[in-house]
């Protein structure tokens, strides 16, 4: 999505074309690192970046409390799409009023680069709310899988002992 495209969008949708942006270009696996989180801080919701914050905490700790022969729970590839391998383009972004929440039902793809054939295609859904007079995100509805990034964060950070 181009910035000059962003004129035409209402609200909700440039906060979710700015995200995905962001993965885009940031976006390396797992959870995102303290730095991350200050510039998602603008487009995520308090509560969905303090989960990430426990979420940190939680992994910190599963490393340390792992036995060194025992691979630590831990997040790997992208937490914040529907696919593995994070997105390489964003396709569309369609946006849906449901009460106060908009959804963003965001079609998105992942190519390889070095094999034009290898291309994978899907649709994630984004909640967004208003919070502090501006529209942010809640939440992310993986559609392959039917999991959100709020469950799955949740359970992390629930477990005891990391599930060790």
């Not at 979710?16 to 801080?41: M, N, Q, R, T």
């Not at 992994?59 to 937490?79: H, N, Q, T, V, W």
């Not at 992942?110 to 054939?117: C, G, I, L, V, Y």
């Amino acid at each position: 999505m181009s910035s000059s495209s962003f004129c035409a969008e209402s609200a909700p949708t440039r906060v979710a074309a700015e995200f995905y942006e962001w993965v885009i270009g940031h976006d390396g696996g797992g959870l995102p690192k303290e730095s991350d989180l200050k510039s998602l801080k603008k487009i995520l919701s308090t509560d969905l970046v303090y989960l990430l914050h426990a979420s940190l905490a939680a992994e910190e700790r599963c490393a340390a409390l792992a036995p060194r022969d025992i691979k630590p729970l831990m997040f790997e590839g992208s937490i914040f799409v529907g696919n593995y391998e994070s997105l390489t383009k964003v396709i569309s972004l369609d946006e849906k009023k449901v009460d106060e929440k908009f959804i963003i039902n965001a079609r998105l793809r992942n190519s390889n680069p070095k094999d034009a054939t290898d291309i994978i295609d899907w649709l994630d859904s984004v909640t967004l709310i208003r919070e502090n007079d501006k529209y942010v995100i809640s939440n992310i509805e993986y559609a392959n899988s039917k999991r959100t990034l709020v469950k799955i964060l949740k359970k992390y950070i629930s477990k005891k002992e990391c599930g060790i």
